[in-house]
């Protein structure tokens, strides 16, 4: 018996690389991409994920701050 946390998941996304569909492979310890026609492969860990997402929101957040001084002065 297989568990579903045993099994990777592979969808085809929306998102377009190239000119070509990305391909993402959810595995346990991190994110397999490619595009979509190739073999080249990308693994990203998990935790690099989560922390580029952290960096992300910061960046939005100091953005909105900087446009709302930006217009109260």
């Given amino acids: 018996m297989t568990h ?5 998941v592979k969808r085809e996304t929306s998102a377009h690389v ?3 569909a990305l391909i993402v492979e959810v595995q346990q310890h991190c994110a397999v991409m ?4 190739r ?14 997402g952290l960096k992300l ?4 957040a100091a ?3 900087r446009e709302q001084r930006r217009t109260k002065g």
């Fill in 4 to 8: 579903a946390a045993d099994s990777p």
């Fill in 18 to 20: 190239r000119r070509r």
């Fill in 34 to 37: 490619r595009e979509k026609g």
């Fill in 39 to 52: 073999r080249d492969r990308v693994a990203v860990p998990w935790d690099a994920i989560y922390d580029l």
């Fill in 57 to 60: 929101r910061a960046r939005a």
């Fill in 63 to 65: 953005a909105e701050k």
